[in-house]
């Protein structure tokens, strides 16, 4: 079993839908949660990041953490063409020393149809 | 927020030739800097980590001699491809962490081997 599981797609939506992007994870030494989202072409830009279970909203992204069922989710309201990416999830354990093991999981690519 | 420059964006080399990357904190110090390489359509591979100051730590099947890693300072990281040859031309992105629980992506560099 992988330590972190992403349908990788594609999810395709009209504009102004509700998007809901989803990752599960065996490790329970994962501690801190994140979202990134990579552009074609492009190096992945931090979206969100979290570290207790629940929600944390910012603007129309929304991440919620389950630490109980190993389940992380990323909402999008009101999408627009410009959300249109691959969304990647990640996630943090202590690895040894002062260093921490970042995984990720394989992406979703998300196209968003005006 | 955090800055992470990455250079070049693109290059093309011809085989047998070596290739340096770099990739530079510009507003924060890094004590880790990851390596990864990207495959059209395909999630993020890491590499290797390295701390600064240490020789960096190589994923499995990932060849130290053929990809020298180099983190001579809190703020910059090379990743130099030796020999280069058309199966290394890939999408290298490298990122930095300074607490070791998030990373900052550079923009990525697109290596083409011909």
């Known amino acids: 079993q992988k330590e972190v599981e992403q349908d990788p797609g594609p999810l395709s939506v009209p504009e102004g839908a509700i998007v809901s992007l989803n990752c599960t994870y065996s490790?329970?030494?994962?501690?801190?949660f994140m979202w990134y989202r990579q552009y074609s072409r492009k190096g992945p830009e931090l979206l969100m990041y979290?570290?207790?279970?629940g929600n944390k909203e910012d603007g129309r992204f929304t991440a919620q953490v389950d630490k109980s069922s190993k389940y992380i989710s990323l909402f999008i309201r009101d999408s627009q063409p410009s959300d249109s990416a691959t969304y990647l999830c990640?996630?943090?354990?202590?690895?040894?020393?002062?260093?921490?093991?970042?995984?990720f999981g394989k992406g979703t690519l998300l196209t968003v149809n005006p | 927020g955090a800055v992470v420059s990455q250079h070049p964006s693109r290059v093309i080399c011809k085989s047998g030739t070596s290739v340096k990357i770099e990739c530079r904190s510009l507003?924060?110090?890094?004590?880790?800097m990851f390596w990864y390489r990207q495959f059209p359509k395909q999630s993020l591979m890491l590499m290797a980590t390295s701390n600064e100051g240490s020789k960096a730590t190589y994923e499995q099947g990932v060849e130290k001699d053929k990809f020298l890693i180099n983190h001579a300072s809190l703020t910059l990281s090379t990743l130099t491809v030796t020999s280069a040859h058309p199966e290394d031309s890939s999408f290298y992105i490298c990122?930095?962490?300074?607490?070791?629980?998030?990373?900052?992506f550079g923009q990525g560099t697109r290596l083409t081997v011909v």
């Open positions: 990640a996630m943090s354990a202590f690895s040894g020393g002062s260093n921490y093991k970042l995984t």
């Open positions: 990122s930095a962490s300074m607490t070791g629980v998030t990373a900052f």
């Open positions: 979290t570290y207790s279970s």
């Open positions: 507003d924060f110090q890094a004590t880790t």
């Open positions: 490790n329970s030494a994962f501690q801190y």
